[in-house]
Structures are given as structure tokens and as C-alpha cells.
């Protein structure tokens, strides 16, 4: 277990007075008289946590967070810097897998998260496993994270995206509203999955996938330009993924084509690792026809 860095100090207390609930405080934090706060939780001064929230054991909360009402804050939960949690939201719920036998474990969350209504977020099936948010997210109303997933920095999940467990989500990427990635799957940097979309494999990177069943719709020519990729690399991109998804070619030519036509660059390297990587297993590729 990691060892925290926040003062034990920095926690509320319940004492029992004539059988009533009392709330004790001995820090800055601003915690409703109304939240329940374990005594062994450990929360930064500057936490703000409203009323009906609860606080389990094994908790850290870093500085600047504020957890809104009826939250759940549950063991195993390790939580950064400027976060905000919104009403209803469940951090650090145990995992909703036949294999979990009540091992102890972790959702780790970054700095800089809007972690919006009804979202839940599953710990690690594996004693000492994470479930891993990364910083600077935006995961909106009743979105559910499963067991052992990672997801990258600067992600936006819509609506009711639905994750499984094991799922990796690389930086930039875009889940759009009730879109629905399945176990293992892992979907590269700035994608972007539209609404109700069902990814049922590894979704590289730069590309938009569209559609049930999964159907390659173009690059993220848009949201790339917001990244401040030239319309040179985006080109570039374009042309890597013609290559794999258009011309008809099995993945193996088509990588050969790409290493052939494309010149070396960051983003050419990100895409052929991506591929090589997972055994150029991908979502939504063509029927080849070997005749």
C-alpha cells in the first residue's frame, strides 16, 4: 500500500453522545454536519464535502476537492488534487466480477476531474490492482467504469458510457454519449467513439469509430487541428489508415505500405506500434477477400 502524504490530521470524527450521532472537527475542511466521515479517512484541509456524503476507511483526499451531496466515497479510494465529485456519484465501488473475493484494492484518480451525477466507478478485481483515472477528465452523468480499467488524461465520457472491466482509454479521447466498450479493449489517443457505439475491439489511434455494429468513420481531422496537429501530419494520418481500412488489404500489407509510403514521424510510429502491439487485432476492419 502507499504511503500517504496527507496529514492524519485532516479528518472528522464521530463520537456518540446519548446514542446521537456527533460530528467532531478538528481541521479547516469544510465537512457538513450532515456527511459521514470515517475516522480513519484522510482528507487534505482545504476538502469541501457537503451534506449526506460518505467517507469509508481507507480513503485519500487530496487538496481543493469537493464532493457533493449523497456522494460515496468507499474504501480503496485515492483521489488527487481539484477534484470534483458531483451527487450520487460512487468512487471505489466493489467490483461487479464473479473473480473479486473481497481482495483489498484501489481506484486511484488523478488532478483536475469533473466526475459528474450517478457515475460509478469499480476498484481492481486483483488485491493491490487499480482502477486508474488520469487528470484533467470530464466523466459525465451515470457513466460506469468497471474493474482494472485505465483511462488517459484529458478524456471526455458522455452520458451513460457504459466501460467494462480491463479496458485501457488512451489521452484525448472522446466517448460520446452511451457509447459501450467491452472487456479488454483498448481504444489509442485521440479518438473519438460516437454515441452508441459498441467497441468490441482495440480502436487505434487518431480515428473516429461510428455505429453498431463498429465501422470505421474517418480521422479526428477536427479535434486533432485542437491539438494543434498540421494538416501536413493529419494528411499523413489519413493516409496510414486508407491503407488499413480502404484498400482492402489484410493489416499485415497494409502496415508493409505504410512503413513503404509514409515518411517516419511521431504520429506514423504511434499508429504501427498500436497495430504491431495487439497483434494487429482492430476493430472494424474490412473482409478481406483471399481469392
Not at 468507499?74 to 465529485?85: D, F, Q, V, Y
Request: one cysteine or more.
Amino acid at each position: 500500500m502507499r504511503k500517504s502524504h496527507l496529514s492524519s490530521r485532516s479528518i472528522s470524527l464521530w463520537a456518540v453522545d446519548d446514542n446521537v450521532n456527533l460530528l467532531i472537527r478538528y481541521n479547516m475542511a469544510k465537512i457538513s454536519n450532515l456527511a459521514l466521515v470515517h475516522p480513519d479517512a484522510k482528507l487534505a484541509d482545504s476538502v469541501v464535502v457537503d451534506a449526506f456524503v460518505y467517507i469509508d476507511r481507507n480513503v485519500e483526499i487530496g487538496e481543493n476537492c469537493h464532493i457533493h451531496s449523497h456522494a460515496s466515497v468507499l474504501a480503496g479510494a485515492r483521489i488527487g488534487k481539484n477534484n470534483e465529485i458531483f451527487e450520487s456519484a460512487i468512487i471505489a465501488a466493489k467490483p461487479q466480477d464473479f473473480r473479486w473475493k473481497g481482495e483489498d484494492s484501489y481506484v486511484v484518480i488523478g488532478d483536475n476531474n469533473k466526475i459528474r451525477e450517478q457515475v460509478i466507478i469499480n476498484r481492481s478485481i486483483h488485491a493491490g490492482g487499480e482502477t486508474r483515472i488520469g487528470s484533467n477528465s470530464f466523466i459525465m452523468a451515470q457513466t460506469h467504469i468497471g474493474h482494472d480499467s485505465v483511462i488517459g488524461d484529458y478524456c471526455v465520457l458522455g452520458n451513460s458510457v457504459k466501460i467494462a472491466g480491463d479496458v485501457k482509454i488512451g489521452n484525448y479521447s472522446i466517448l460520446s454519449s452511451h457509447a459501450l466498450v467491452h472487456e479488454r479493449c483498448e481504444i489509442g489517443d485521440w479518438v473519438l467513439i460516437k454515441g452508441g457505439c459498441r467497441v468490441n475491439g482495440n480502436v487505434p489511434p487518431f480515428v473516429v469509430m461510428a455505429h453498431n455494429p463498429i465501422a470505421y468513420f474517418g480521422v479526428n481531422a477536427f479535434i486533432l487541428k485542437k491539438g494543434n496537429k498540421s494538416d501536413a501530419v493529419i494528411d499523413d494520418i489519413a493516409k496510414c489508415y486508407r491503407h488499413v481500412y480502404q484498400n482492402s488489404a489484410s493489416v499485415f500489407n497494409a502496415l508493409r505500405r505504410i512503413h513503404e509510403d509514409i515518411e517516419p514521424s511521431p504520429e506514423r510510429k504511434a499508429i504501427t506500434d498500436f497495430i504491431e502491439g495487439h497483434g494487429m487485432k482492430l476493430a472494424a476492419l474490412p473482409q478481406v477477400d483471399m481469392e
